[in-house]
């Protein structure tokens, strides 16, 4: 089945350890995102990628890094320097500019940093 | 300007009842508006989307109804089931554009 692989599903950290979260896609979708979800604050946009090695920062891109070196692989990296970095990450993917076709998520990494 | 205001927060319906929750946006550049359903613990999906040049869309008991002129737009749950228990998101964007800003998000607990 096509779909986005979040991995893992639960992480701990202790604070000031960078810690990467994992994000493959099998849709062969040319574009993919980050979000951070927090309670009451919808979904916020951290990185998007519509091209291997090309991404861009999204509203709080400010404590986080990506690379996109392969079409199927969007990890994102939590500094140290995210402030509050406890929260749910989901990574998407589209085929298309987000006007012009949905966005595909998985399953989400849920993020405890103490 | 690049924002999309969702309301009420949380909702509480009961079993065959109709559920609503509404939306409001500032950018009239914004020309499309989708919605996102999410179970605990997954990520959303698409539900159901429309774009301004119609008032309303319907798909089986989901319903967009749209107000361009008032820049709103509302989601509408008809004989709402316990299954329908879910967190929805509203969201809007520009076609082309690579951002989609959502709404802050409804928890709505259908009771049976």
């Known amino acids: 089945d096509g779909g986005i692989t979040q991995s893992p599903k639960y992480l701990f950290r202790k604070e000031g350890q960078n810690v990467t979260l994992s994000c493959e896609q099998n849709?062969?979708?040319?574009?993919m995102y980050w979000y951070r979800q927090d309670p009451g604050q919808g979904l916020r946009l951290i990185y998007y990628?519509?091209?291997?090695?090309?991404?861009q920062k999204g509203d709080i891109a400010e404590g986080y890094s990506v690379s996109r070196e392969k079409k199927e692989s969007f990890p994102l990296t939590v500094t140290s320097a995210q402030k509050n970095p406890t929260a749910f990450y989901l990574c998407?993917?589209?085929?298309?500019?987000?006007?012009?076709?949905?966005?595909?998520f998985g399953n989400g990494t849920r993020l405890t940093v103490t | 300007q690049q924002q999309v205001k969702q309301s009420p927060q949380s909702l509480i319906v009961q079993k065959g009842g109709i559920s609503i929750i509404n939306c409001a946006y500032e950018?009239?550049?914004?020309?499309?508006f989708p919605w996102y359903q999410q179970f605990p613990g997954k990520g959303p999906a698409l539900l159901i989307a429309?774009?301004?040049?119609?008032s309303e869309k319907k798909e089986g008991r989901f319903t967009i109804s749209f107000n361009k002129s008032a820049k709103q737009f509302s989601l509408h749950i008809m004989d709402s089931q316990p299954g329908d228990s879910a967190t929805y998101f509203c969201a809007a964007s520009i076609q082309g554009a690579q951002k989609l800003v959502f709404g802050q998000g409804t928890r709505l607990t259908i009771n049976p």
């Open positions: 849709l062969n979708h040319d574009a």
């Open positions: 950018n009239t550049a914004f020309d499309y």
């Open positions: 429309i774009r301004p040049d119609v």
């Open positions: 990628s519509q091209i291997v090695n090309d991404f």
């Open positions: 998407a993917s589209s085929m298309a500019p987000t006007g012009n076709s949905p966005l595909h």
